[in-house]
T-cell receptor
């Protein structure tokens, strides 16, 4: 069964600090891995998308890494801001068909002043 | 572009009532999907469509129907609402341009409560 596991479940950091969120998956065959940010009460918004051949992708202060051999990904947030408080969701697709994506339960990040 | 729009934003139903959640996108995307998100859980796929006239079941399809008569619209119908269907519902669309651009665009969600 395809699975995506994210850790930690929740995280609290001080403004300005860095943090790293983890995503392990067992989805096969692999097509791409995406990270989304979901603010409270809103729909998820795409941060990064990586295919098998990519091992790093940046979007501003967000940097995602992918190790396709160990089936692990991480999302690193640099110099956190209060607006980074949100749920971060890892999604792995086994196909370009959107119906074959597996969602993680998300990591809830709280940035405190 | 308005992106993905959903109506209504909030809805309260009584057990046994039926209703339709509306979803529309103006990006000419072929793929559209419906998800539900329960507190503390990840999004779960209800139904999806790879193009007009084509739909398929996702992970949790029971109690829901969909149709795709146009590229733009993908309504979700609750046949006979049950308290277990209390959730936040998200519609999403994505292009079919290939794996490197398989980004899904999500709507703002519909918060449904079934009493």
């Amino acid at each position: 069964k395809n699975q995506v596991e994210q850790s930690p479940q929740s995280l609290i950091i001080l403004e300005g600090k860095n943090c790293t969120l983890q995503c392990n998956y067992t989805v096969s065959p692999f097509s791409n891995l995406r990270w989304y940010k979901q603010d409270t009460g809103r729909g998820p918004v795409s941060l990064t998308i990586m295919t098998f051949s990519e091992n790093t992708k940046s979007n501003g202060r967000y940097t995602a890494t992918l190790d396709a051999d160990t089936k692990q990904s991480s999302l690193h947030i640099t110099a956190s801001q209060l607006s980074d408080s949100a749920s971060y969701i890892c999604v792995v697709s086994a196909d370009t068909n959107a119906g074959k994506s597996t969602f993680g339960d998300g990591t809830t990040l709280t940035v405190k002043p | 572009n308005a992106g993905v729009t959903q109506t209504p934003k909030f809805q309260v139903l009584k057990t046994g009532q039926s209703m339709t959640l509306q979803c529309a996108q103006d990006m000419n995307h072929e793929y559209m999907s419906w998800y539900r998100q329960d507190p503390g859980m990840g999004l779960r796929l209800i139904h999806y469509s790879v193009g007009a006239g084509i739909t398929d079941q996702g992970e949790v399809p029971n109690g829901y129907n969909v149709s795709r008569s146009t590229t733009e619209d993908f309504p979700l119908r609750l046949l006979s609402a049950a308290p277990s269907q209390t959730s936040v519902y998200f519609c999403a669309s994505s292009d079919r341009a290939g794996p490197t651009t398989d980004t899904q665009y999500f709507g703002p969600g519909t918060r449904l409560t079934v009493l």
